[in-house]
């Protein structure tokens, strides 16, 4: 079965970093594009990031230049390095694979890990 099991969520004060895990089993990892998500009360979900198989990597405005996304195909994880953080970052951050071998983006992510809380406070 297909698994993305996420982990380094938690607290961190405004300008903190933190970085988040997403093991993946169950599927071809190397074949398929990933990204990261993120959902806060009130808000509509919001894709942070995504990398095809390639490592060609795509991030949304508010993530850009802060945020890095890797992944890392020997361990089958996925990476997401967030730096400079603010309070608006503060929220649920899942991961996410493409539901389409080949490596690139489609858009239709099918399989989701469970999530990671992020609170940033000022």
């Known amino acids: 079965a297909v698994q993305l099991v996420e982990s380094g969520g938690g607290s961190v004060q405004s300008g903190g970093s933190l970085r988040l895990s997403c093991v993946a089993s169950g599927f071809t990892y190397s074949s398929v594009c990933m990204a990261w998500f993120r959902h806060a009360p009130g808000k509509e979900r919001e894709e942070v990031a995504r990398?095809?198989?390639?490592?060609?990597?795509t991030y949304a405005e508010s993530a850009q230049g802060r945020f890095t996304i890797s992944r890392d195909t020997t361990k089958n994880t996925l990476y997401l390095q967030m730096n400079t953080l603010k309070p608006e970052d503060t929220a649920m951050y899942y991961c996410?694979?493409?539901?389409?071998?080949?490596?690139?983006?489609?858009?239709?992510?099918?399989?989701w890990g469970q999530g990671n809380q992020v609170t940033v406070s000022s």
């Open positions: 990398i095809n198989s390639g490592g060609r990597t």
């Open positions: 996410a694979a493409d539901g389409r071998a080949g490596g690139y983006c489609t858009g239709d992510y099918t399989n």
